[in-house]
């Protein structure tokens, strides 16, 4: 069986619409409080940070001035690392030095009877000549330059190229280092 | 039910508006912040420089003039002969035949070549060349080709040396870019650079610009 409601249609929507009218009031109340304190909050928070922009975009043309009023510091600064720069160039280059020195390595270490007599090193090429007196001494030397071969890792090579015997100059090495 | 319907428009205009104003509170703020931030890293890269600046003021005088002396702008031919001569008077070697021809320009770097016979004892002509290698204006030795003589310990050599130049830079770097300061890798030469034998011949100075006299007869 149907229910059937007594009160009149009319005091039905009335109630109804009066809920819905609290509703979107409480709501609208709601979203503008939301609205000012958002609009002012963010305001707020803009300005600040305009604030301090500004404030940093004048320290940094403060800062500018200083380095400017010292620019010939800063010259100076840019022409050494400009000269450093070409310096570490040009010593990287240094292969000749660098043979000269691992010739060094046998000729500083030769005993007096010995003599030193021809060098040649560029770029690409390093040997020089011994002359030696007696066949005892050529022993020495040759243990010299194992052990010289032995401790030095930066050789990439060391070679006897010519070995020659005559009656004034007693034995001529001829040794190529690199 | 007008009512109802007005606050209802004025419901979804607030919230529209809120929604609104947000996005662009927040994406003015973020473009201020941006803003900040790279003003704040700009700040920290002049501070940086203009406290390295000011540490240095005093010592960059004396190394870029040690370091000008090293590397000269122009052709050091006379430096370099002077040099060559005062390091053989020190290791007892006499030079003779020098001669001096210009080499074709590597990039910025430019050298000249140096060839000369040095007389000597076979160890001091070693130590001279070994002394050309802490010498300014820098020197790179090219060749040396050293022979015995039959009849005493003196030795010739053929010595062949490249002397180098290299022009000024003509810019300063921006004020922006960060990294000033010297490498460790650049302190260390600078600290070996700065040991350089400097010549007694400096670079000559500039000649005197003279000015035409005017003709009183016209």
Known sequence: ?178 | MNKTLILAIASIFLLVATVGASVFIFSRVSQVRANISELEDEKVALEDRLNLLRENQASLEQISDQTLFVLPPGPPVLPAVSQLRSIAVENQITLSELKVSPIAAEGALSSIEIRFIAQGEALNTLSFVKALSTAAPIMNLSKIEMAGSQISSTTLSEVSVLVYHAPLPDRLSALSEPKLELSSSEQSLLEEVSGFLRPTIGPLPEPIQITPRENPFQ
């Open chain 1, 1 to 178: 069986m149907a229910s059937i409601n007594l009160l009149p249609k009319e005091s039905l929507d009335k109630g109804s619409s009066a809920k819905s009218r609290q509703f979107f009031g409480v709501l609208t109340g709601f979203l503008t409080v939301v609205f000012v304190l958002i609009i002012s909050l963010g305001a707020g928070l803009v300005f600040l940070s305009v604030q301090a922009a500004e404030e940093l975009a004048a320290t940094n043309a403060a800062l500018k001035e200083d380095v400017f009023a010292i620019e010939g510091t800063e010259q100076k600064l840019i022409l050494v690392k400009n000269r450093l720069g070409h310096i570490e160039q040009i010593v990287s280059e240094r292969k000749t030095e660098e043979n000269l020195g691992k010739q060094g390595l046998v000729i500083d270490r030769l005993p007096q009877e010995v003599e030193l007599s021809s060098v040649m090193a560029s770029g690409r090429e390093s040997r020089f000549r011994l002359s030696i007196k007696s066949g005892n001494m050529m022993e020495q030397i040759f243990d010299m330059l194992g052990q010289i071969a032995r401790d030095n890792q930066t050789l990439s090579s060391l070679v006897i190229s010519e070995m020659t015997f005559n009656n004034i100059f007693g034995y001529v090495l001829e040794i190529e280092i690199l």
